[in-house]
């Protein structure tokens, strides 16, 4: 049995924690994409972003973008660097991989967060839109440095041209 993503989020005194376990890839992010970009434009009273990544087994491209954009969401609203605790091996070797240090101050300790959590679920997203996701993902990857640009530049030429 394949395991169960699941996307959780709560927002405490101010900061907004995420919990996102399993698999997580471009087929189920339209929740997360969702959230990241109501907390963008709303203004959730948001000013520290902890995300937990320990229950997490797989991430593609697209999510680790959406963990960027967090990211990037922090910078711009002159707040501290989002936390990200993450165990996994394979996971923490992509987020190395794709420079999210940069970005985030990785801890690679389990949580123990008792923290009452609301389950995000899915959007109903048009192709259209979830071309823009994944597409926003990738620019917010390329948005990170150099390295990530000359990796992803292609795939983010290639999504602006079928979504014109």
């Known amino acids: ?3 169960h993503e699941q996307i959780l989020f709560a927002c405490i005194d101010n900061c907004c924690y ?3 376990s399993g698999e997580l890839r471009y087929t189920n992010a339209t929740g997360m994409d969702d959230l990241v970009e109501r907390l963008f434009h709303q203004q959730m009273g948001c000013n520290r972003v902890v995300v937990d990544l320990n229950e997490a087994s797989f991430m593609d491209s697209t999510y680790i973008g959406l963990l ?3 990211a990037r969401y922090c910078q711009q609203q002159q707040l501290p660097r989002p936390t990200l605790f993450s165990t996994h ?3 923490n070797e992509l987020l190395f991989g794709l420079c ?4 985030f101050d990785i801890i690679q300790q389990p949580t123990q ?3 009452d959590m609301a389950t995000v679920s899915a959007q ?3 192709d259209q839109q979830q071309g823009q996701m994944i597409l926003r993902a990738h620019e917010a990857l390329i948005a990170l440095n150099e390295k990530n640009k000359s990796a992803f530049a292609p ?4 999504l602006k041209q079928q979504l014109k």
């Open 113 to 115: 967060h008792a923290v």
């Open 124 to 126: 109903h997203y048009s």
């Open 68 to 70: 960027a954009s967090l």
């Open 1 to 3: 049995m394949a395991e």
């Open 18 to 20: 995420f919990k996102l």
């Open 100 to 103: 999210l240090e940069q970005a």
């Open 155 to 158: 795939v983010v030429d290639l």
């Open 89 to 91: 091996t394979e996971v």
